[in-house]
């Protein structure tokens, strides 16, 4: 859920004339904080680029930004850098309701917050599992430990008695 926008992230719908509009945004941790339980941390750049017609609204946005965040392997600190894009159409209905990437809104609404659809499509396209770039390797020391590690895990592993019982069947 989100608590409260700020006024630069509305639209002002009623105001914009038939055609292309171009809005460009820079969202920093305040804006990420404004979101219950966001995962996201890091400065992006937005380009939404709204096409208003008639009876609906295509939005097309496209981000880059750096994330900042924890490399989920060695736990040191990195900069992992992000982009994407995402589509949104909004229509314009009597009865307002969303039906997957439509949103449904009142004809005569004045303003829309592209907040929730920012943050949304930031947040789905970052990494599920975050860790260091190739060219930023894991930190060495936490690398080798988890690799002698693994390898002791693998030579201790005792065999399981229930197994070595059943291969000495044979079947007659």
Request: glycine fraction near 4%; hydrophobic fraction near 40%.
């Amino acid at each position: 859920m989100m608590m409260s926008t700020r006024v630069e992230h509305i639209l002002p719908i009623q105001g914009l004339g038939m055609g292309l509009h171009e809005f460009d945004f820079k969202l920093d941790q305040k804006f990420f904080k404004q979101f219950d339980n966001s995962l996201v941390n890091g400065d992006f750049d937005v380009h939404l680029v709204v096409d208003k017609q008639s009876t609906l609204l295509y939005m097309d946005l496209t981000f880059e930004g750096i994330e900042k965040t924890t490399c989920d392997r060695c736990l040191t600190d990195i900069d992992l850098p992000a982009k994407g894009e995402a589509m949104l159409v909004v229509k314009f209905d009597e009865n307002e309701r969303v039906e997957g990437d439509v949103i449904f809104i009142h004809p005569g609404t004045p303003v829309f917050d592209v907040a929730p659809f920012m943050h949304e499509a930031i947040s789905v396209a970052l990494p599920i599992v975050k860790k260091c770039i190739d060219t930023e390797p894991c930190d060495a020391k936490i690398a080798a430990y988890l690799s002698s590690q693994e390898k002791e895990t693998e030579e201790s592993e005792p065999e399981n008695d229930i197994w070595s019982a059943l291969k000495k069947l044979k079947p007659e």
